[in-house]
């Protein structure tokens, strides 16, 4: 079982950014991010092929996220700029997915979870 840390959330304001950071125990993975509100089901963000960087995002976040890696660290990244109070949730970040056209299948390994609030 691969061992996933994801960073970086945090408080800030409506139009902010922050970057999230994820690596998981026996890199490379396809990897993903996801997100979850209390009360509410856990939702797709965004994922990435490792080989060939291909990426994919949800349409709530697509010109405001991106997904992208860095191989010499073997760490995924999520910048997320334009912050809205929509976007406060709980962002886990999920390895061994699997991209397959304009389709997200999760992986098998999640992190604990990084919080991310959204003041306005």
């Known amino acids: 079982q691969a061992q996933v840390v994801e960073s970086g959330g945090g408080l800030v304001q409506a139009g902010g950014s922050l970057r999230l950071s994820c690596t998981a125990s026996?890199?490379?993975?396809?990897m993903g991010w996801y997100r979850q509100v209390p009360g509410k089901e856990r939702e797709f963000v965004a994922g990435?092929?490792?080989?060939?960087?291909?990426?994919l995002y949800a349409d709530s976040v697509k010109g405001r996220f991106t997904i992208s890696r860095d191989g010499a660290k073997n760490t995924v990244w999520l910048q997320m700029n334009s912050l809205n109070s929509e976007d406060t949730a709980i962002y886990y970040c999920?390895?061994?997915?699997?991209?397959?056209?304009?389709?997200?299948?999760?992986?098998?390994?999640w992190g604990q979870g990084t919080q991310v609030t959204v003041s306005s």
């Open positions: 999920n390895a061994g997915g699997l991209l397959r056209a304009t389709m997200w299948t999760e992986g098998n390994h």
């Open positions: 026996g890199m490379p993975f396809n």
């Open positions: 990435m092929s490792w080989r060939d960087g291909r990426t």
